[in-house]
């Protein structure tokens, strides 16, 4: 008797949930702009609809291999930058000797292959053997140690 029934509510939880599964496109598409206004995840599925739309957009030339990477302190945090932006290490932005502010550079961490692809915002790093310093979340984003300091990366810029 008991099998029978935790069959039957088995089955009714089934049935439920495959029920639920087929909601419509309009559905799917309220409850994606809801989430893109509202929770922290729809800010992500921007930054990644903005990763995606320049990748597509135009070719990546290697800048430079075995570049050394490291992220900026968290002290810089509010500051402006060198361009007169106000820094944000929760953005996806880096800082260059070199390269015009405003440029697209992906950076892929040589390790285990992730990138994430920065915008050039400031000037730096002041130490001769780092060529970018990234902002905490995207060195964050591609590191294989979390509590590591820098890292070998490649860079390459976007050409259009």
Same mark, same amino acid.
């Given at each position: 008797?008991?099998?029978?029934?935790?069959? *039957?509510?088995?089955?009714?939880?089934?049935?439920? $949930?495959?029920?639920?599964? /087929?909601?419509?496109? %309009?559905?799917?598409?309220?409850?994606?702009?809801?989430?893109?206004?509202?929770?922290?995840?729809?800010?992500?599925?921007?930054?990644?609809?903005?990763?995606?739309?320049?990748?597509?957009?135009?070719? *990546?030339?290697?800048?430079?291999?075995e570049a050394h990477a490291s992220y900026y302190a968290d002290k *810089?945090?509010?500051?402006?930058?060198?361009?007169?932006?106000?820094?944000?290490?929760?953005?996806?932005?880096?800082?260059? %000797?070199?390269?015009? *502010?405003?440029?697209?550079?992906?950076?892929?961490?040589?390790?285990?292959?992730? /990138?994430?692809? $920065?915008?050039?915002?400031?000037?730096?790093?002041?130490?001769?053997?780092?060529?970018?310093?990234?902002? %905490?979340?995207?060195?964050?984003?591609?590191?294989?140690?979390?509590?590591?300091?820098?890292?070998? $990366?490649?860079?390459?810029?976007?050409?259009?």
């Open positions: 008797m008991k099998k029978s029934i935790t069959l *039957f509510f088995l089955l009714a939880i089934i049935s439920l $949930v495959s029920s639920q599964s /087929s909601i419509s496109d %309009k559905q799917k598409a309220a409850i994606q702009k809801d989430t893109l206004k509202k929770g922290k995840a729809g800010i992500e599925l921007q930054d990644n609809k903005l990763d995606s739309l320049i990748t597509s957009l135009g070719k *990546f030339k290697i800048y430079k291999k *810089f945090n509010g500051r402006r930058t060198t361009s007169g932006r106000k820094f944000d290490n929760n953005k996806y932005t880096a800082a260059h %000797k070199k390269l015009p *502010f405003g440029t697209k550079v992906k950076v892929t961490n040589e390790k285990n292959g992730k /990138s994430v692809i $920065v915008e050039i915002t400031d000037r730096g790093p002041f130490v001769k053997s780092r060529e970018i310093d990234l902002s %905490k979340r995207a060195f964050m984003d591609i590191a294989s140690n979390k509590s590591s300091g820098g890292m070998q $990366v490649t860079i390459a810029v976007l050409s259009n």
